[in-house]
């Protein structure tokens, strides 16, 4: 392989990074509201939100994205193959995102609750104080490993033609008819990222342990 | 005809995706089941270097995208010679690949066991493969019911990859007849639909194990 | 009583174990002849469990033997180790009771008891049914045949247990402090069928706590201190009149 398609790569790589930081910066924080919903039970919506989890966690993200983009543009969408790339990753992963926030607001502590109700405390306040920054710590692990998973599955988004760290080989091995060298190297490049993942995940799993209640 | 009809006249393109979809993760599913409760016994073994082994390709699978996997099968294995087709290339990755997931996901259990388990069949005269078989594995399996639930989901999720590899599995079938009639809606929501019942049927099959495992005071809260 | 002339049913000869550098067993020998019943008393660290576990070999002593009817354990004749299938095999021989019970949760009472039999010792399922059904009504337990560990008493469980043990029909049963997890209430069911085993003629080697079956039903008792037997005698000599300062600080202790 030629420095070329090094940079190549290194190109391809980029793109997975950015795609996969926005998804994960959409679905976190949509999976709470969500939860939030789905937690408040609100007649329609909350029944919307149990579909909407158990058919996003069923629905392989490749399947998700091909259908995105070549469905929208019939209901007028216009969407770009990034755009969709992004979506469907959203879309997937903010319904895992969903149950760790639900479970994690579940699980609360019921006496702090209490507390925080015997001091007068609203519940938009008591939410926001007291719960959701423990939520937060006690999500995280988890919120982790499913970016973790969120990586691993973004080779989806190559079918619908978005030139990520995956389909970059394919572009290389099209030109050099050598399809390993590239793929190796990328795999090289995502256990990279990956383990940077699962090692910060084990650091937050430690740390929670310290914390619990 | 509508899009519809169109799709409904297709359905032998479908159903054949959707058998091969099943197929394929029929077998790897019991495959990796039965490799990682073989693979089992090995994270404890007496010698290093099997365990260093099996620690590198475990902490290798759960590190790599499952399509990378199965694109250094399918182009890595002519370079030693095998030819494999394509439908063959991907029962092989999915299996390979997940059988490190369930070791996983035993192994875990299998550190959380009393050791009193392993000791009390150790003193009725149990040792090795019946130990594990009669004794220790329905205890993780019972255990861990909804975590291997989750990664039969994933299992099935998988499949779908194969397509890039020329497999004609239900995503392709549906993304073939899409592009064949310019039909885009109704394939993928036959597809997806399909998807969500197998992994409806996978939650119900799990829950029913679960619920056996609590009978029995096992399974984690 | 006096001594037999037979070989013992169980010898263990010098034994000693450490962990961690610290010798927890000290040259530790012992003679069980059949159908006695010997206690190991002693307090907390004294390696009593320890030895116990070192006699059917679930730990492996650093040095020392064991001899089962003669047959060494853990040891082949060659001195070199036995294999895994070797030591299960002889361990068939031995029953073990613990403290924490280890029942078998995904069994149920009656599975647990005709388990060992059957795909160990390759018996019919009609007879171990038999010999289960047989011995859980020996230990009181015949109605709970169909119920899973779970939902059983510290005390049924134990009894439980013995069934097991029992079910392998061995020639020593080993009691590592069978009855120290039960709730004070529970306990005399244990001892109970215990007491009933040993008036059998069962040959047992009980580590235990309850001074009352030490001096009721044992023809000896091993008293161990810092990993060594310092005492050893009839429970009526040691009882009323312990020779060594230990063991008669021991017993105000345990009055």
Same mark, same amino acid.
Not at chain 2, 35 to 62: N, Q, T
Not at chain 3, 229 to 255: I, Y
């Given at each position: 392989?030629?420095? %070329? ?23 976190? @924080?949509? %999976? $709470? ?9 609100? @007649? ?8 909407? =989890? ?7 993200? $490749? ?21 969709? %790339? ?38 938009? $306040?008591?939410?926001? +104080? ?49 399809? $390993? @060298?590239?793929?190796? =190297? ?11 993942? =699962? ?10 342990? +310290?914390?619990?209640? | ?9 297709? /359905? ?52 790599? #995208? ?20 394509? /439908? ?21 259990? /299998?550190?959380?066991? #009393? ?22 594995? #329905? ?6 019911? #909804? ?75 | 009583? !006096? ?65 089962? !009817?003669? *047959?060494? &354990? ?27 019970? *280890? ?8 599975? *647990? ?14 007879? !171990? ?37 029992? !079910? ?38 009980? &580590? ?48």
């Amino acid at each position: 392989m030629t420095a %070329g398609d090094y940079q190549m790569l290194l190109d391809g790589a980029w793109t997975t990074i950015w795609i996969s930081l926005l998804a994960i910066g959409g679905g976190v @924080p949509l %999976g $709470l509201v969500l939860s939030l919903i789905r937690v408040s039970r609100f @007649p329609v919506l909350s029944q919307i939100v149990v579909l909407y =989890v158990s058919l996003g966690r069923a629905t392989p993200l $490749l399947t998700l994205a091909l259908f995105l983009f070549v469905t929208l543009p019939v209901f007028g969408v216009n969407i770009d193959k990034y755009t969709a %790339g992004v979506l469907a990753l959203t879309l997937n992963t903010a319904s895992f995102n969903t149950e760790v926030w639900r479970s994690a607001y579940q699980s609360f502590p019921q006496s702090q609750i209490e507390a925080a109700r015997a001091t007068g405390m609203t519940r938009a $306040l008591y939410f926001r +104080r007291i719960m959701l920054p423990q939520m937060w710590y006690a999500s995280l692990p988890s919120l982790v490993n499913e970016m973790t998973l969120l990586v691993k599955a973004s080779p989806a988004i190559a079918v619908i033609g978005v030139v990520d760290l995956t389909r970059v080989t394919n572009r290389i091995a099209a030109q050099t008819y050598e399809p $390993l @060298p590239p793929i190796l =190297v990328a795999g090289a490049m995502y256990m990279l990222f990956i383990s940077v993942l =699962v090692r910060l995940q084990r650091h937050l799993e430690k740390r929670a342990e +310290r914390y619990a209640t | 005809m509508t899009d519809l009809e169109i799709v409904l006249n297709e /359905w032998p393109r479908l159903a054949s995706g959707f058998a091969n979809t099943l197929l394929l993760f029929g077998i790897s599913a019991l495959g990796a089941f039965v490799l990682g409760a073989l693979m089992l016994g090995a994270f404890r073994s007496r010698s290093k270097i099997v365990r260093v082994a099996l620690g590198y390709f475990v902490d290798g699978m759960r590190m790599l #995208p499952f399509l990378i996997f199965a694109y250094l099968l399918y182009y890595g294995l002519p370079t030693f010679g095998v030819r494999l087709d394509a /439908w063959t290339v991907g029962l092989l990755g999915l299996t390979i690949y997940h059988c490190a997931y369930v070791a996983e996901i035993l192994r875990g259990a /299998w550190d959380q066991l #009393p050791v009193g388990q392993t000791e009390s069949a150790q003193a009725h005269g149990y040792h090795g493969f019946r130990l594990m078989r009669r004794i220790v594995l #329905p205890q993780l399996v019972l255990n861990s019911a #909804p975590v291997l639930g989750n990664q039969l989901i994933y299992m099935l999720k998988d499949t779908s990859f194969l397509m890039i590899i020329t497999v004609k599995e239900l995503t392709y079938a549906a993304s073939s007849i899409q592009s064949m009639y310019f039909v885009p809606l109704e394939p993928f929501l036959i597809a997806i639909a399909l998807y969500w019942a197998i992994s409806l049927l996978i939650e119900g099959f799990v829950a029913v194990v679960h619920r056996s495992a609590k009978e029995r005071g096992l399974g984690r809260v | 009583m !006096a001594a037999s002339e037979k070989k013992p049913v169980l010898q263990v000869d010098d034994i000693s174990k450490s962990f961690d550098g610290v010798e927890v067993v000290r040259n530790v020998s012992l003679e069980v002849h059949s159908g006695d019943t010997i206690s190991i008393l002693g307090p907390s660290g004294s390696g009593k469990s320890t030895l116990l576990r070192c006699i059917n070999w679930l730990e492996q002593p650093d040095r020392g033997e064991v001899y089962l !009817a003669g *047959n060494r &354990v853990g040891r082949k004749e060659d001195g070199q180790l036995m294999s895994d299938r070797e030591l299960a095999n002889v361990r068939t021989q031995m029953g073990m009771v613990f403290q924490s019970f *280890n029942l078998w949760p995904h069994f149920t009472v009656l599975q *647990n008891v005709i388990e060992a039999p059957v795909h160990v010792l390759g018996m019919t399922k009609d007879d !171990a049914v038999a010999r289960a059904e047989q011995l859980l009504e020996k230990v009181g337990l015949e109605v709970k045949r169909d119920a899973y560990p779970y939902s059983l008493s510290g005390g049924q469980k134990q009894r439980v247990a013995i069934a097991r043990a029992l !079910a392998m029909s061995p020639t020593v049963m080993l009691f590592d402090e069978p009855t120290s997890s039960l709730d004070p209430e529970l306990v005399g069911e244990v001892l109970s069928v215990m007491r009933d085993l040993a008036a059998e003629g069962m040959t047992m080697v009980v &580590v235990t706590h309850e001074m009352s079956f030490a001096r009721d039903v044992c023809q000896e008792v091993v008293f161990m201190n810092d990993g060594q037997v310092v005492e050893q005698s009839t429970p009526e000599k040691f009882f009323s009149n312990p020779r060594t300062d230990r063991a008669q600080r021991f017993l105000t202790r345990h009055k």
